[in-house]
């Protein structure tokens, strides 16, 4: 299969990306926006009023591309938990026990789910007298030093006009790479995360766990886009913040619906049980930056509990998006007229003779065409660079979706051509090169030594960790006395801070008169 493509873009030059930057964030959304009239976006930190209150449950970016080291497969990577601040303990991040994190496939263009990936998981604690998430270094996912651990359950469940024909389990009690914490706690820590990669029947590979955030973009268009103050642009927001990724490597024919017809549409959602017992869908996404910038705010929570066979309902925020409006007037670049059916077009419809089904349904989803090899060579701006491997067909970890996004929303596909984005172009980190490609966590750990330490010597944490070790003591990790010594003295620092701040009240009291 030969996909026609134009190829629209060229070098873009600093001036013009600058110039764009600003409209990068919000362009870049507007065009994601535009990518599908319902879009969960595929980039949606925060995106929601209610979801923003949950983070456990709130997707962030979801991502589909054909394996680049064994392409007869096909990498689906779901992101939750925005902003994880990496030392942020002492409960760090674990996915929730009361939710559904599903992945599903449309491998017919009908809107439609006809495969669900469905994870959940469950949390162990070793020790609950004990605040900490673990006792002593961490040398292994089974270490009896990491006290609290999860483990997920993965079925497959095949779908017939959203009634059940068949489930099954494909995996039981897998376990979850943990938080990094930081050196001292987990000082090999790309072996922790080997561990978590296990491969299940058929050539199903899985991963769950922390992960550094691989949406790079400069989120501060939020500040009534950068205040029309283009030097503040070119700064990933999200540069050293974690998320949870769940990753899944499949066979591509047991996802296509044939060999014939090998473009699948892909959408991730998470359900939360309710009081009663019933779960609910609470988030949604596909595109990036969808219900981020283009849906209003009276839709977003209607649209993380919507489906694509009902995208029908957010059609105008596609064909009449804010955002290009937005632009004109502070910056002076021209909105393409409407209705933005060039929008419609692309972006739930699927490029023609690319990645687009026959006889589709137009519903906001990520396409993926997985007859189509992966580039030696990824261009961030994907196909309107003429990399048909790459964004909007399906999402790579490397695409630039701000840039190619805000383009297409300010009219590139209509004549208008343009250079825009946020000056914000890869990834802090690099991405791996095997599954589950998505980089390591920042960790926990991640700032300067203290005053007269040496690193080649150890830190200050780890000269604490041994000077709680009782003398004869052979490890620091399960041996109960450690634990208690570590909680006496924090216990004991807790106190002395509790009672100098009284104090302090109180002498405040009596000097202002209400004691």
Known sequence: MTPKTSRIVGRRSLATLVCGALATGGLAAAGVTALGPVSASASSHRE?????????????????????????????????????????????YTFAEDAQYDIHIDNDGDAQGDLLFRYTFKTQVKNDKSFLYNTGPVESLDDPDLNITQTYDIELLKLKDQKLVKRTYIADDVPVAPSNVGQASMPDYGKLRDQAIHELAGGTKTFAGQADDPFFADLRVFDLLYGGNLSEVGNDTLKEYNVNSIALQVPNDLIQESAEQPIVGIWSTTQRKSASGEYRQVSRLGMPLVNEVVNPIKDKDKFNASAPWNDAD????????????????IYKIPAPDEPRNDLVDVFLKGVPDLNQPPHVTPSEMLRLNTSIKPAAKPKRLGVLDGDTAGFPNGRRLTDDVIDASLQVVEGELLGAKNDLGDAVDKNDQEFEKAFPYVAEPTSGSRGPLAKGTDSTKGDVRNQIGDALTPAGASGSGGDDTTLIAVSAVSGAAGFLLIGTGVMWWRSRRRVSGYY
Do not use: M, R, W
């Open 48 to 92: 929601a009023p209610l979801i923003s209150g949950t983070p456990q449950f709130d997707n962030t970016d979801l991502y589909a591309f054909v394996s680049p080291d064994h392409p007869d497969t096909t990498t689906l990577v779901a992101n939750v938990i925005p902003f994880e601040e990496p030392a942020g303990g002492p409960n760090f």
């Open 314 to 329: 957010f059609l105008k925020n596609v064909t009449e998006p804010e955002l290009p409006k937005l632009i004109e007037a």
